[in-house]
C-alpha cells in the first residue's frame, strides 16, 4: 500500500467492472461510485474533446459530495472514419459494428481525470490526459464474428470486442503508448498523476 494514502479517500467515479479490475492493480485502497450525468457528445464535439470533457464532468460529479477525496474519471471514445462508435448493446448492433470496422482501423480515445480537492474542493487541483490506442482488425466473415458475439457478449464495450479475453483474436494490432488505456483505465498516466501530487507506491 502507498505509504501516504492511508488517511485520504481515493474514489474511482465508475461502476465499471473493467476499470475497477484494472484499479485494483495498483494496490491502492478505493471505492468505486458511478456517477450521473448525461454521457452524449455535443454538437461539433471531437471526440477527444468529449472523452475528456465527460472523464472531468465524472470526476465533479463525484466530487461535489465528497471533500476532501481524491477522484478518478475516465471517458472512452471510439471513431471508426472520424464518427463515434458507441456501446452496442445487444448482439444484431455488434455484429454490424464488427461487419463495419472489419479491415479498418478504429481509434479510441481514453481519458483521464485526477481530481484532488484535499486542499481546496472549491478549486481542486485537476490533471487531464488524452491516451490514445489505434486498433486494426482482421478482415473476417460474417460467420466467425457472430461466432465471437456469441461466446464473449461484449454488448456493453465500444467497438464490440474485449481486447483483454477472447475479442483479442479478431484484432490484427494494437498501436498505444499504454497498454491498459484501451480496457478503459490507461495506468500509466494513472500512475504519473497519482506520483504528481504525492502519492508514492513503494516505502523506501
Do not use: W
Not at 39 to 54: K, M
Not at 93 to 101: E, G, I, T, V
Amino acid at each position: 500500500m502507498p505509504t501516504n494514502l492511508s488517511s485520504t479517500k481515493l474514489i474511482l467515479a465508475s461502476s465499471s467492472a473493467y476499470r475497477r479490475e484494472l484499479l485494483s492493480r495498483l494496490h491502492l485502497p478505493f471505492e468505486s461510485i458511478a456517477p450521473d450525468i448525461d454521457e452524449s457528445a455535443l454538437p461539433g464535439e471531437l471526440p477527444e474533446q468529449t472523452a475528456l470533457r465527460l472523464a472531468q464532468e465524472k470526476a465533479a460529479a463525484i466530487a461535489k459530495d465528497h471533500p476532501e477525496s481524491i477522484i478518478i474519471g475516465s471517458d472512452q471514445v471510439a471513431t471508426l472514419d472520424g464518427e463515434q462508435i458507441g456501446k452496442p448493446g445487444n448482439h444484431q448492433a455488434a455484429l454490424q459494428q464488427l461487419q463495419k470496422m472489419r479491415g479498418k482501423q478504429v481509434v479510441f480515445h481514453t481519458a483521464l481525470c485526477l481530481m484532488d480537492n484535499r486542499k481546496n474542493a472549491s478549486n481542486p487541483h485537476i490533471q487531464l490526459q488524452n491516451v490514445q490506442t489505434l486498433v486494426s482488425f482482421r478482415d473476417l466473415g460474417d460467420e466467425e464474428l457472430d461466432a465471437y458475439l456469441h461466446i464473449e457478449q461484449p454488448y456493453d464495450c465500444a467497438g464490440s470486442a474485449k481486447n483483454e479475453g477472447l475479442g483479442i483474436t479478431i484484432i490484427e494490432k494494437i498501436i498505444s503508448n499504454d497498454p491498459t488505456a484501451l480496457t478503459g483505465l490507461p495506468l500509466i498516466a494513472l500512475t504519473g498523476m497519482l506520483r504528481h501530487i504525492g502519492i508514492h507506491f513503494f516505502k523506501k
